[in-house]
């Protein structure tokens, strides 16, 4: 297999964060787990982020490694009063409030004692700077001080009941109620009913401050900010509709989309596109839902999503993990890979993966088709020879396959009859194998350099022979397992020995060297277990979407240490780099509308001038929905975890105040090229990799706003047009000159004409 690595010389190199189609694991918090309940009605993240779960039979709270309950005992006054959980809140300074059947208790994480605040029946309770309870048509406001509670505020009117409340940034109350709809009451006490119908089980407020009103009959409202209101009900003829008008919960995930758990499963809504996207139980699937009834939805600071369940216990996934797809065990070929525990992989001319497995043997996945074929070991029939697989490797102009087994041996498999050959070895026999459990395998010349558990052998596939490496010396003698094996462009054999650090061997001169972790050397190698070698001279293309210094400097060295690199790049850019590496190279000039094909996944170039560079590009990954934009839309602002997800609230002003600065300074005279470029973006990107700054998913409309309004040209009052005349002296006299044009601009407008 010809390994293809992309380089994009951005001094970035970042995975996307891609949700759509995800196929989402859930991991499960049950009884078993030591959960009091199945029945989840309420989930709680307090400040330390300890998980509080509400349910029919007492509190648990989970510290990410395990559950303890709390339960009434009537024995301790300090207990908790009503096993039966409804709702859960706090302050997040120490203080957890419940809401029960029996009334409010509060929890102390100090002391870890309940107190019991009110008894009686409670409608509602909410957080947000103080208490806030419901009962009835009444709100009132937990008084600190007193230990009770004021009235707030009378909903008038005939058999209302409350069932949430929210308090927004505007001091805007939100109550729902459970036959009334929706009521909005403003600081000024001024009352509203923007839903007039409906029972309401929750309001969630988003990042962009957008309210969303779950209801039992009614399907999902939208309250925007400019206070219209869409109602989302579910359309049977539409599958992108959302799966049911009993809506219990919403939340936002990192990523701006958000997840609405309803009575028949969970709910992904994308606003882009305003496809819902369901997510229910399946017991056929173990790692997806334990139960489709959502109860309660919430999210840590990790971007974890935690999901309550009515008859499942907890169920938690981080939207931000799930960008692969996987691919798990089934019991025939037709259903996917036949053993859970994969190692090595290659992939034929064909582009189908070939995939060892332990206990499995190998599977042939067709990427193209999403089938599988199985290689087992079939006693009295000519097949592999075991079925723990560890190495393999393909030899493309002899179509055969190299395929290193753990007791087993080597086995030959040759593509164009599908039969076997197996090597193994021979006791006595200095010409087989030295050992059956073969760990690597590469190509040298005609032959093949085959790691074992006891050491390392030259195969000569012509003959079926080895010759056994090293041996002649007392260091290479204490050669046994080898792990893996690398064979750089000078020829160089790399050899990582199991708790002898790495090996290297010259073929022509016979020297073997090696390199183990020295404690008192802080430049050897850190640990002497080495499980793999990989050779950076296998990269294959270099995408240079821009030459500025701070992205082309090590391009010479790149092509030096990689022989088989091919650059891509704008014809410009070309010129560029051929007086920068000072010699002619492999060199692809991509053009508007090129692709590039990497056998499944196919980039496209778009070609963005002057974006403060004269050979700009941008590259496409449609597949992905993943834009490489170099330089545009970034900026110099540090974030950990590479992410615009990741920026803390309170340093969002510095991200973007210096997304500003770093426009004014990079792209502020090339005006009509930024909004060129922001014209030139594809439509649907999800995810945007500048070199510089966090990669950008929920920010990109955000940015790309910023950039059209800063990039507009300025309209001078009246028509008038300025001049700016700077002077600068290379003799000291700067100062003098400005002096003096400032003395004849005050004559001038005195009328004092020289």
Known sequence: MRKVILLFLLFLSVAGVRTQGQNITFSHLTTDDGLSQFSVNSLYIDERGIIWIGTREGLNRYNGNDIKSFKLNKNDPNSLFSNTVLRITGNKNGKVYLLCTDGVAEFDLTTQRFKTLLQGNVDAIYFNEKLYIGKREEVFVYNESTGNFDLYY??????????????????????????????????????????????????????????????????????????????????????????????????????????????HGLNRYEKSTGKFQLYTANANKPDGLTHSSIWCIVKDEQGTIWLGTYFGGVNYFNPEYEIYTRYKTGDTEKEGLSSPIVGRMTEDKDGNLWICTEGGGVNVYDRKNNTYRWYRHEEGKNSISHNNVKAIYYDR?????????????????????????????????????PSDIVRDIVPYKDKLVVATQNGVCLFNPATGTCQQLFKETKEGRGIGMVASLCIDKDGTLWIAATGEGVYSYRFDSGKLTNYPHNPANPNSLS?????????????????????EPDHSGGVRALLDRCPNLT?????????FLTSIANEEFPCRVVKDGDTLDLGGKTLRFISAPLLH??????????????????????????????????????FRRYYEAELLNYFNCIFGPFKP??????????????????????????????????????????????????????????????????????????????GDHP
């Open 154 to 263: 009378h909903l008038a009117g005939k058999d209302i009941t409350l069932s949430c409340l929210h308090l927004d940034e505007k001091k805007n109350l939100w109550m729902g109620t459970t036959s009334n709809g929706l009521y909005c009451l403003s600081g000024d006490k001024k009352i509203s009913q923007p839903v007039t119908r409906g029972n309401i089980a929750s309001i969630y407020e988003d990042s962009s401050k957008e309210l969303w009103i779950c209801t039992w009959e009614e399907g999902l409202y939208r309250i925007k900010t400019d206070s219209t209101i869409e109602n989302f009900r579910h359309d049977p003829k539409n599958p992108n509709s959302i799966c049911a008008d009993f809506v219990r919960s919403c939340c936002e995930d990192n990523a701006g989309n958000l997840w609405i758990g309803t009575f």
């Open 527 to 547: 640990n002497n277990n080495i499980n793999s070698i990989i050779d950076f001279s296998k990269i294959d293309y270099l995408i240079m979407n821009h030459t």
């Open 567 to 575: 650059v891509l790049c704008s014809s410009s850019a070309k010129k």
């Open 613 to 650: 560079w004269p050979d700009s590009i941008f590259t496409w990954d449609e597949a992905d929905k993943t834009l490489f934009t170099c330089d545009f839309l970034g900026c110099h602002f540090c974030e950990p975890s590479m992410r615009d997800t990741g920026i803390h609230p309170e």
């Open 673 to 750: 090229a930024v909004l060129d470029g922001l014209d030139k973006m594809p439509a649907g990107v999800e995810l945007v990799c500048t070199s510089h700054g966090p990669t950008l998913s929920q920010s990109i409309g955000y940015v790309k706003d910023c950039y059209r309004q800063w990039a507009a040209p300025a309209v001078r009052p009246g028509g008038k047009k300025t001049v700016g005349i700077i002077y600068c002296s290379a003799y000291g006299c700067t100062r003098s000159c400005r002096r003096r044009s400032q003395g004849a601009d005050r004559r001038r407008d005195a």
């Open 397 to 433: 102009t002899n179509e055969i396959m190299w395929i290193g087994t753990h007791l087993g041996g080597l086995n030959k498999l040759d593509l164009r009859t599908n039969r076997f050959t197996v090597y193994r070895m021979k006791a006595g026999d200095p010409t087989s194998l």
